[in-house]
């Protein structure tokens, strides 16, 4: 995914593969026009060595936001936000989910209007797992940053979703 709320100054966020062989969640800034080097985002949440952010939205240069999905130590998908304020990022968040009974989340999508004031959105399954399966309805959520501080996660479709699954894949 990549931000770039003026021209020469980007965010861009994704995954890498460290010497151990596990996935880390990145992002990368570039400041007039120069890249600096991906820090890794996910940090101690990262257990079971599997993230990746999937979005990143920025409102101006030096104040953006990323999420994406972690591996918890039992193997579960689980979903993060990250923050950066005036050119710095704060600790990964994991999404407080309505449930937090989550055996998959993610956070496809985000939208930062202004600074310190995004949403995020995506999928949580709540379900029996089978293998590297999960048996149960996805509910999409929204979850939203203000003022620099993330709130608990809402579920949207609950009375929508009978049967299925229910996904956020896009914000503006």
């Not at 968040?93 to 985000?110: C, R, Y």
Request: net charge negative.
């Amino acid at each position: 995914s990549l931000s770039c709320p003026w021209p020469g100054s980007c965010v861009a966020g994704g995954t890498d593969l460290d010497r151990a062989g596990d996935q880390q969640a990145f992002v990368a800034g570039e400041k007039n026009g120069s890249w600096d080097p991906a820090i890794e985002v996910a940090g101690r949440l990262n257990a079971g060595g599997t993230a990746g952010v999937n979005s990143v939205s920025c409102a101006s240069p030096g104040n953006c936001a990323a999420g994406g999905t972690y591996a918890d130590l039992p193997g579960h998908a689980q979903a993060f936000v990250i923050s950066e304020a005036n050119g710095s990022w704060g600790p990964a968040t994991e999404v407080a989910a309505v449930q937090n009974t989550a055996d998959a989340a993610a956070v496809p999508s985000l939208s930062c209007p202004s600074p310190g004031n995004c949403t995020a959105a995506g999928e949580y399954v709540a379900g029996v797992r089978h293998g590297s399966a999960v048996d149960g309805a996805g509910q999409a959520f929204a979850v939203g940053e203000v003022n620099g501080s993330w709130g608990q996660a809402v579920e949207l479709t609950d009375d929508l979703n009978t049967g299925g699954r229910a996904e956020i894949t896009s914000l503006s």
